[in-house]
């Protein structure tokens, strides 16, 4: 009875497996950008990406200071390397036509932003990227003291000095 049960098992298995071939391999999912993500894959990166940061992020405060010249140079730095994709203080508005091209969009981040995220997140996904998104690993470009000064502007985006407010206002991409 329990070899029936495992060879039932086991036909099963193979049964999906090769079904889930020739799904993909007929053309039957689209890998068009265009299309979207199917119900399992966005279930999947977002569940990755949770499980991720919760165990990789840095948990200790941001080493860099909360001052106007750290939130400016985190802006300066957010409009040469984030605003393409991310856009600027005007929000959806910004959104360039690579942001609106690309699967899954990204935030525009005046509009979603991730000032409740904890700073060592943010860190984390600038550093690492996100895979199944077109959000790329920053660490071989920025420096450490960068991608958190990065972290420091993205964490006080929505209440920033006036200092800081004027240079954000005058982000393009």
């Known amino acids: 009875m329990i070899k029936s049960f495992l060879l039932g ?5 193979v049964a ?21 993500p199917l119900p399992l894959e966005k ?6 990406l949770h499980a991720t940061v919760s165990s990789e992020a ?3 405060p941001n080493p860099v200071p909360l001052t ?10 957010y409009g040469q390397y984030c605003a393409g994709c991310h856009g600027t203080a005007k929000g959806a508005a910004s959104a360039t036509p690579l ?19 904890p700073e060592g997140a943010t860190y984390w996904k600038i550093a690492h990227g996100i895979r199944w998104t077109a959000m790329p690993s920053w660490k071989d470009t920025l420096s450490d003291q960068q991608m ?22 005058k982000v393009a991409n």
């Open 58 to 60: 840095p948990k200790q």
């Open 16 to 36: 999906i497996v090769i079904a889930l071939y020739f799904v993909f391999t007929t053309g039957t999912v689209s890998a068009g950008a265009d299309s979207g």
């Open 68 to 77: 106007d010249q750290n939130l400016t140079t985190g802006i300066q730095l």
């Open 99 to 117: 942001a609106k091209g690309l699967s899954p969009r990204p935030p525009q981040l005046a509009d979603h932003g991730v000032e409740d995220d």
């Open 148 to 169: 958190w000064t990065l972290a420091l502007f993205l964490k006080h985006m929505d209440k920033l000095s006036p200092a800081a407010q004027e240079a954000w206002q």
């Open 9 to 13: 098992v086991v036909l099963t298995i």
């Open 43 to 48: 279930w999947a990166a977002r569940a990755s």
